[in-house]
């Protein structure tokens, strides 16, 4: 398969960075000594892993000692969530929401299907944003976990964390944020939040697939599911991810330099890109609150299209982007996000998420710019949603579940 030139799908997972790649290699290679070893081969690498910390610690704004190294970002949130139901046995209630991501969403399923818990999913309005009266209203004192994500990886729709973490902590109860998509993106001081726990992952923020983070605020009960080894102070077994763990703090670093051009550089793109689509196209929307959102993703529906035979059509130019619906076993499912959100059907169908990085150039905005407009046009002449006539899936519930 070719590689795409066009690449707008950075919330799916982003490039590396050079500045990453070169501080990992020499990791695979001559640096390639166990951090626990006593001799000063693996000493060096466990020297190297603390500035690797240093650096994560300094991007999130937290302490060195409450960063735990994972896998990945859903590794990192189901420990979060799963240790504090094991620190409080007593308690046998969570608190969500409708929009997390699976990594969050299946989890608290399957708890409240195979373990008995009582799981609340908060709704959102049609802008994707939640209503701080029903969180409070859901909170009581069986609740263990409240887990609500930062920002949402469809939509880039921020929840206001501080306020909800402050709400959580003043009755008592455990605070979790999946912030994946939010790390690197907006800065966050944890030193001044009442969050516990905060989950991330390096591949959305140009270090590679396979290493993640769980923030664990120091003197919070912890209680890890991995029993073996001693490493990361004994809150997570198994031997390092060494080149891994490096190439995050690479990261971390570059991430904290970049942060600014974030909602400078990358949010101008974004929303050039945004409200030229809007514009040439007729019957498209915006899903997701226009301000309290990433600034770099851009959720649009066109009505009366499937967001597949967009995204067929975009690859063949070289365009990678992202479509809110998955294609199950035959039967198109609109996304849970839209759906909660209330996109009628024939909008939620047609959604296209375009998620920029530092490396998205004018160039590359320029030329979606030129082509969407017509695949939209093309596609319309032979949906069998005609504009303008009667559309025989709204106001039909969605998905029916
Ligand atoms: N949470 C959110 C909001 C995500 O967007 C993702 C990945 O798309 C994850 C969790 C899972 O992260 P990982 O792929 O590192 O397991």
Not at 113 to 131: A, F, I, N, P
Not at 204 to 230: C, D, M, Q
Not at 250 to 270: D, G, M, S, Y
Request: glycine content about 8%.
């Amino acid at each position: 398969m070719s590689t795409p030139v066009i690449y707008m799908d950075n919330n799916a997972t982003t490039r590396v960075a050079p500045e990453v790649l070169d501080a990992m290699l020499p990791f695979f290679s001559e640096l390639y000594g166990n951090p626990s070893s006593m001799h000063s081969f693996g000493g060096q690498v466990g020297k190297d892993m603390r500035e690797a910390r240093e650096n994560l610690a300094a991007l999130l704004g937290c302490g060195t000692d409450e960063i735990v190294f994972t896998s990945c970002g859903t590794e990192a949130d189901n420990t979060a969530i799963r240790s504090a139901l094991a620190a409080q046995p007593e308690k046998r209630h969570i608190v969500t929401t409708r929009v997390e991501h699976p990594a969050v969403l299946s989890l608290c399923k399957f708890l409240e299907r195979s373990q008995g818990y009582r799981v609340t999913y908060l709704g959102v309005d049609s802008e994707g944003r939640l209503d701080m009266k029903e969180l409070e209203e859901s909170l009581t004192d069986d609740t263990a976990i409240v887990s609500i994500m930062w920002a949402n990886n469809e939509t880039g729709v921020i929840f206001p964390i501080p306020e909800i973490a402050k709400l959580v902590k003043s009755r008592g109860i455990f605070m979790h944020t999946d912030a994946v998509q939010a790390v690197g993106k907006v800065p966050i001081s944890l030193k001044d939040l009442d969050v516990d726990m905060l989950a991330l992952s390096g591949h959305k923020l140009h270090a590679p697939k396979g290493i993640g983070a769980l923030y664990v605020r120091r003197k919070l009960p912890y209680r890890p599911f991995l029993i073996g080894g001693h490493q990361e102070h004994g809150r997570r077994a198994g031997t390092e991810n060494t080149t891994g763990i490096i190439a995050l703090g690479a990261a971390a670093k570059a991430a904290t330099a970049h942060i600014p051009l974030e909602n400078t550089v990358v949010r101008a793109l974004r929303d050039k890109l945004e409200s030229a689509l809007l514009a040439a196209v007729p019957d498209s929307r915006l899903n997701g609150h226009k301000e309290e959102r990433l600034p770099n993703t851009s959720n649009i529906s066109f009505k009366y299209v499937e967001g597949e035979a967009i995204l067929l059509l975009l690859d063949q130019l070289g365009i990678a982007a992202s479509s809110g619906s998955a294609c199950t076993s035959g039967s198109l499912e609109p996304s849970h996000v839209l759906r909660a959100m209330g996109v009628p059907f024939t909008f939620a169908h047609g959604s296209i998420r375009f998620s920029l990085s530092r490396y998205t150039t004018e160039a590359d905005v320029d030329y979606v710019i030129k082509n969407v407009p017509p695949i939209i046009e093309t596609l319309r002449k032979i949906s069998p949603y005609k504009r303008g006539a009667a559309d025989p899936l709204d106001p039909k519930p969605a998905c029916g579940c």
